[in-house]
């Protein structure tokens, strides 16, 4: 951008010769500048075209040099997720403002969307609690536009490809219209801690069934998510505060302790629960052979 910058006022001296320049140039910078605010996230807007790539059509990424507004339309499959980044005028010492437009993504999907890109934003600026004085004095804030952008971007793109960890097939249907949208319904959707995605009947089947072992149940996904809510898993970390509280042997699976804020059942209550439904059918068999 700068060496840009540069040219442009190269030539627009060059229209002057043999006359004042210094004055115009400088002139001419300062109505740049203010006419095109967006150019301090130059090198992050070209990122995001790269990421793109170049298949990607015109109305993925627009600039909106006289409102500060950076567009983009993240897809995947024929999902799409659409979000406003908006750059204050002391930007990057504070971050990007993102504002959800418009998706055709499940509600859960777009709420974890939301929310996590927000944060990803607020902690390039913020430093963090757990540093010592001294740390928190030579933190530096970083640009936090191509950040909060890419992490929509990617994923978007795989939420449409990925596999539920049970019955092994894809969680989001091609279609986004014959997406389930009542909670009670076996297809609906739901997102573990760890960040994998089930239909909400395989995640209550595998819950329900025996074994429970004492620390909960482990998503059986084949590999851990790229992007998991578990470096603090349930607000506990490993003594040196750096590490997730996770099963170290989980021999080829996500490995994580399974949880949801709709779905906590302790372990004793769990077993019970399969007690009584395996006394039910019991005696519902016995019926059966009476009447035979």
């Known amino acids: 951008f700068l060496d840009g ?6 030539k627009h001296a060059r229209q002057h010769l043999g006359k004042p320049q210094g004055l115009q140039v400088l002139r001419f910078v300062q109505q740049y500048l203010t006419e095109n605010p967006l150019c301090v996230c130059f090198d992050e807007i070209q990122d995001l075209r790269r990421d793109l790539g170049p298949d990607a059509t015109p109305d993925q990424l627009k600039l909106k040099q006289r409102d500060s507004i950076v567009q983009l339309t993240a897809k995947g499959g024929e999902y799409y997720y659409k979000v ?8 990057p010492k504070q971050s990007v403002q993102l504002q959800n437009l418009e998706s055709n993504l499940p509600s859960i999907l777009i709420r974890y969307l939301n929310g996590q890109s927000r944060e990803i934003a607020r902690q390039c600026v913020e430093p963090p609690l757990r540093l010592n004085r001294k740390e928190q004095m030579a933190f530096q804030p970083v640009p936090s536009l191509y950040r909060a952008l890419k992490f929509c971007l990617a994923a978007t793109s795989d939420f449409h490809i990925e596999l539920c960890p049970i019955c092994e097939k894809e969680v989001l249907p091609k279609k986004p219209t014959q997406l389930e949208i009542d909670d009670t319904k076996d297809a609906y959707v739901e997102r573990v801690y760890c960040g994998h995605l089930f239909h909400q009947a395989c995640l209550k089947h595998y819950l329900q069934q025996p074994p429970f072992p004492k620390g909960g149940k482990l ?12 470096k603090y898993y349930m607000g506990g ?17 996500c490995g994580i302790r399974l949880a949801h804020d709709r779905w906590v059942v302790n372990i004793k209550l769990a077993e019970t629960r399969w007690a009584q439904k395996q006394a039910r059918e019991r005696e519902l068999q016995e019926v059966v052979d009476f009447l035979k």
């Open 219 to 230: 998503c059986p996904a084949k590999r851990r998510h790229p992007r998991s809510d578990a």
């Open 84 to 91: 406003n980044a908006f750059l204050p005028s002391d930007y």
């Open 5 to 10: 910058l540069t040219k442009l006022s190269e």
């Open 237 to 253: 970390a490993s003594r040196n505060g750096k590490q997730p509280i996770v099963n170290e042997d989980n021999g080829g699976i």
